[in-house]
């Protein structure tokens, strides 16, 4: 009788397998990291913080908010669910997002209940429930985590979109800004701020766009200071806000964007990015 005995792979042979797939078969330089990619796998490896466990759970994240005195920023909850059985669509209002909190882009955007698909809907959530992004790339937050799928507020900016202010924060200070504009469509652009809001000549995946002119958010001072209280406790870490009718609000808090993959365009800029983070060992 022959018996197949699971293949267990180290994390640090994950990792480097993870890298080398998305360079085309480079490794990282795991003795002396210098690009933000490889300092992200090292991150992976090395600073595993148990506080970041609970703050990339997009629930018990809430808790955490709350605590540092921002949970005015939260979103309404409109309801937590272990199961999809659970969802009562009946119970919850015209408009609202539905998303789990272990996983990645996971989101269903209901703008008019009577038009969504339930049993697709149910569906696509009972997949999202039994997978996890922890295990390829070793993002070890994820791999432990309770799995919800949580229902909240619908937001909508005065775009008619929900743009996504996304800070990179380094050793207890933010650097710079990604704004992505006309997500989901032909036009969709990523384009980089510093903190006093000057276009920044990189993007990420995507190429940069000069000829979008966004202005100055309202309350983009306020969201620093916010930012430079959330990202304290955590060497790196990307801090996730949006602007709605006067009000910021809390998205999330990432740790691996992208997984750590190398993808800043144009790629010298992996080094430049990586030049503003001083590696610490926890």
């Given at each position: 009788?022959?018996?197949?005995?699971?293949?267990?792979?180290?994390?640090?042979?994950?990792?480097?397998?993870?890298?080398?797939?998305?360079?085309g078969?480079?490794?990282?330089?795991?003795?002396?990291p210098q690009?933000?990619?490889?300092?992200?796998?090292?991150?992976?490896?090395?600073a595993?913080?148990?506080l970041?466990?609970?703050?990339?759970?997009?629930?018990?994240?809430?808790?955490?908010?709350?605590?540092?005195?921002?949970?005015?920023?939260?979103?309404?909850?409109?309801?937590?669910?272990k199961?999809?059985?659970?969802?009562?669509?009946?119970?919850?209002?015209?408009?609202?997002?539905?998303?789990?909190?272990?996983?990645?882009g996971?989101?269903?955007i209901v703008?008019?209940?009577?038009?969504?698909?339930?049993?697709?809907?149910?569906?696509?959530?009972h997949?999202?429930l039994?997978?996890?992004?922890?295990?390829?790339?070793?993002?070890w937050?994820y791999?432990?985590?309770p799995?919800?799928?949580?229902?909240?507020?619908?937001?909508?900016?005065?775009?008619g979109e929900l743009?996504?202010?996304?800070?990179?924060?380094?050793n207890?200070e933010?650097?710079?800004?990604?704004?992505?504009?006309g997500?989901?469509?032909?036009?969709?652009?990523?384009?980089?701020y510093?903190?006093?809001?000057?276009?920044?000549?990189?993007g990420k995946e995507l190429?940069?766009?000069?000829?979008?002119?966004?202005?100055?958010p309202?309350?983009?001072?306020?969201?620093?200071?916010?930012?430079?209280?959330?990202?304290?406790?955590?060497?790196?870490?990307?801090?996730?806000?949006?602007?709605?009718c006067?009000?910021?609000?809390?998205?999330?808090?990432?740790?691996?964007?992208?997984?750590?993959?190398?993808d800043f365009?144009?790629?010298?800029?992996?080094?430049?990015?990586?030049e503003?983070?001083?590696?610490?060992?926890?």
């Amino acid at each position: 009788m022959s018996w197949l005995m699971p293949i267990v792979v180290s994390d640090e042979k994950a990792v480097d397998c993870y890298y080398r797939k998305h360079t085309g078969g480079r490794p990282a330089n795991m003795e002396d990291p210098q690009l933000f990619s490889e300092k992200l796998q090292w991150y992976k490896l090395y600073a595993r913080k148990p506080l970041m466990e609970k703050v990339a759970n997009k629930y018990t994240v809430r808790e955490y908010i709350e605590s540092v005195g921002y949970g005015h920023l939260l979103n309404d909850l409109l309801g937590v669910y272990k199961n999809v059985s659970e969802i009562d669509f009946n119970a919850l209002p015209n408009q609202f997002v539905l998303k789990d909190t272990h996983g990645s882009g996971h989101n269903i955007i209901v703008k008019d209940k009577s038009q969504l698909c339930k049993w697709q809907a149910k569906m696509m959530m009972h997949t999202w429930l039994h997978q996890t992004i922890a295990w390829s790339g070793r993002e070890w937050v994820y791999q432990s985590m309770p799995r919800h799928i949580i229902a909240e507020k619908y937001l909508e900016d005065e775009t008619g979109e929900l743009r996504d202010y996304k800070f990179y924060c380094f050793n207890g200070e933010s650097r710079f800004m990604q704004l992505e504009v006309g997500r989901g469509t032909e036009h969709n652009t990523r384009n980089f701020y510093d903190m006093d809001w000057n276009l920044m000549p990189f993007g990420k995946e995507l190429p940069h766009n000069p000829n979008i002119n966004v202005p100055r958010p309202q309350m983009y001072d306020e969201m620093q200071k916010i930012v430079r209280d959330l990202c304290k406790p955590f060497q790196y870490v990307r801090v996730d806000l949006y602007q709605v009718c006067g009000k910021i609000y809390f998205g999330e808090l990432t740790f691996f964007p992208a997984g750590g993959a190398p993808d800043f365009v144009p790629a010298e800029y992996d080094a430049i990015v990586g030049e503003m983070w001083k590696l610490e060992k926890e």
